[in-house]
């Protein structure tokens, strides 16, 4: 099959292939136990700039599952660590920066970095994608870059590291404006250089993570947030660009991004029908297969698949994935099924 034609790349230009297309975020890595074996002794940051593991990671799930798209192995903070700041990810924690950005003078100084820096040093991301690509496109399977919106981002960077309620975010927006704004707006460069940097190397789409979003009023997400989030992905271009968050329902229309956004996702909250109303026309929905429903008995979870596919139909292309990722807990062989339930549909 032409990778052109492949079903995730049809589905996302808005047409409806002859197979629904199917990924899961968070396939590639904890719920696997080659990923874990794989893992022993490599720090996460590390595996992620590690060519040979990332491209593993990312080629794993496809060869076991079945999958139409590998979804690059990264973190979202990685881009920092190649724009030079001091992060690790804390194993039961997630992210810890070991200076938070807090006041005007630590955004000052921290966007003097050059976003451009990102995809100078970003040659192990390059080569890991070309490793993946070489073993995917040739079997008409895309690959879709990675990358965290500016909120998620800025939100972990002012808190300092995973944060509730993101409550020293919001209020630098309000408090400090002009200094969320610069914030922001590097990030957005930041994020752009680094989906670049992987579209350059063969993603065949991008996806940008806005997973922190939903703590979040609509009229603080308009103001603050979506124009960052609209100059990340307007920058990439070329490819198909879907844009992800999760509570995002209160202004799921504003998560196309005035158009720019190929394709939304939706969480687990909102019936597709209802996300499809809201969207409106040309718009491709993603999800949102229930995360909680994998652990359900067979018949209850096929209920459930058969239902937001069903849904799907209301919207004008549909890629069937969770409404966020996959639990470390989930038996392998429930998502193989799942790939298979819905091919079958």
């Not at 589905?11 to 890595?29: K, N, Y």
């Not at 593991?53 to 920092?80: C, K, N, W, Y």
């Not at 073993?135 to 800025?154: D, N, V």
């Not at 103001?223 to 329902?249: D, E, K, M, Y």
Request: proline share 8%; aromatic share 6%.
């Amino acid at each position: 099959m032409p990778l052109t034609d492949a079903p995730l790349l049809r589905a996302l230009r808005g047409e409806r292939p002859e197979r629904t297309p199917i990924w899961f975020m968070r396939q590639a890595g904890r719920s696997l136990p080659e990923y874990r074996d794989l893992r022993v002794g490599t720090r996460m940051l590390d595996a992620c700039l590690d060519p040979e593991m990332a491209a593993e990671i990312t080629l794993q799930p496809v060869r076991r599952h079945g999958v139409d798209a590998g979804i690059f192995f990264s973190d979202i903070v990685v881009p920092l660590r190649l724009a030079g700041v001091a992060v690790e990810i804390v194993p039961g924690r997630g992210p810890v920066f070991e200076d938070p950005i807090r006041t005007a003078d630590d955004v000052a100084r921290l966007t003097r970095i050059p976003a451009s820096v990102v995809a100078e040093k970003a040659g192990p991301i390059r080569e890991a994608v070309r490793i993946v690509t070489e073993e995917l496109h040739p079997q008409g399977t895309p690959l879709i870059g990675f990358a965290g919106a500016p909120f998620t981002l800025a939100a972990y960077l002012v808190e300092g590291g995973p944060s509730k309620e993101h409550m020293r975010a919001r209020a630098m927006m309000h408090a400090d404006p002009a200094s969320w704004n610069r914030l922001a707006a590097w990030l957005a460069e930041v994020s752009a250089a680094f989906l670049g940097a992987q579209v350059e190397a063969g993603a065949s789409a991008v996806q940008l993570f806005d997973s922190w979003a939903g703590s979040l009023a609509p009229a603080d997400y308009r103001a603050f947030v979506q124009p960052h989030s609209a100059a990340a992905l307007a920058a990439v271009g070329s490819v198909p660009r879907i844009h992800f968050g999760v509570g995002t329902g209160p202004f799921l229309a504003d998560m196309r991004l005035g158009g720019i956004a190929d394709a939304v996702g939706v969480d687990w909250r909102l019936p597709l029908d209802e996300a499809a109303a809201i969207v409106g026309p040309g718009a491709t929905l993603q999800g949102n297969i229930d995360p909680a429903m994998l652990a359900a008995p067979w018949e209850v979870l096929e209920a459930h698949i058969r239902d937001v596919v069903e849904r799907g139909r209301a919207a004008s292309a549909h890629v069937v994935n969770l409404g966020h990722g996959v639990p470390p807990e989930t038996d392998p062989a429930v998502l193989t099924r799942i790939v298979e339930a819905v091919h079958a549909l």
